[in-house]
């Protein structure tokens, strides 16, 4: 990629990770009983980069800024489904039965074709979930059975430290000589190029090795601010344009607000 088709990427990135952040403050003011994913906007827009079409993302949290990114939502259809959810009160979770049976047909293709890459099952979750039963059951047969499944953490750290996160699963964290294993890795929610780095990796083991991943991702409630502050000190993009960036983000965020 030439250098100015780089920084047009970032600054497009830029973009949707702080109107994330708009639609998602003017969320919580209409709908405080709704939680949506907070501090992990850069890290959701920077996974949807390698998150192919026939892939599945299959999510415990409402990951506002990937459902941006990938094309999935505007602001207008994300406040009539936050109106749905909120009218159900009935928040949804992962069906961890979907989750491997995804896995087991995806790595069952692979497996009957010319041993080309597959394609992937996204599962994204808060920190509070990993102790759960039902992720513990579906995680350990992931491990078993070798699936292509991408876990992605976004981790808090109320529960759990980034090291102990890593600490929980580091008996399954290594691959054998033939690729097999678990590859576990941890980032900064506000780092985009250890972000980019970390989930092109996880996501190709996944995909060309037929392995389950672990990504474990520390929220950060100044992401969007350290993203400003290295597109400018890249000079990526001068400090007047993300400005115009940001006050169209703000007049989109109300877009569909009140119709």
Not at 15 to 28: P, W
Not at 185 to 191: A, E, M, R, Y
Not at 208 to 223: A, C, F, H, K, W
């Amino acid at each position: 990629m030439v250098i100015e088709e780089f920084k047009a990427q970032v600054v497009a990135d830029y973009k949707l990770a702080f109107l994330a952040s708009q639609v998602r403050g003017v969320a919580r003011e209409q709908w405080p009983a709704v939680s949506v994913t907070r501090d992990v906007d850069v890290a959701q827009v920077t996974l949807a980069k390698y998150v192919e079409g026939t892939d599945r993302y299959i999510s415990a949290s409402i990951d506002l800024a990937y459902a941006l990114a990938s094309g999935e939502t505007d602001a207008k259809r994300f406040y009539e489904r936050l109106r749905r959810i909120a009218s159900d009160e009935k928040p949804f979770s992962p069906h961890w039965d979907d989750v491997l049976s995804f896995g087991r047909a995806f790595k069952g293709g692979v497996e009957g074709s010319d041993g080309s890459a597959t394609n992937v099952v996204f599962v994204t979750l808060p920190s509070d979930s990993l102790g759960r039963g039902e992720f513990l059951e579906a995680f350990f047969a992931s491990v078993v059975e070798q699936l292509p499944i991408a876990f992605v953490v976004w981790n808090d750290a109320s529960t759990y430290s980034n090291a102990s996160v890593s600490k929980l699963f580091s008996g399954f964290s290594h691959l054998h000589r033939d690729r097999q294993g678990l590859s576990v890795q941890t980032v900064k929610g506000n780092d985009y190029v250890a972000l980019c780095r970390t989930f092109e990796h996880q996501v190709s083991m996944s995909r060309s090795n037929i392995v389950p991943t672990l990504t474990i991702v520390e929220r950060s409630g100044v992401d969007i601010k350290r993203f400003f502050e290295w597109v400018v000190g890249k000079q990526i993009a001068q400090v007047d344009a993300l400005k115009d960036i940001e006050r169209a983000c703000k007049d989109a965020s109300r877009y569909g607000l009140d119709n």
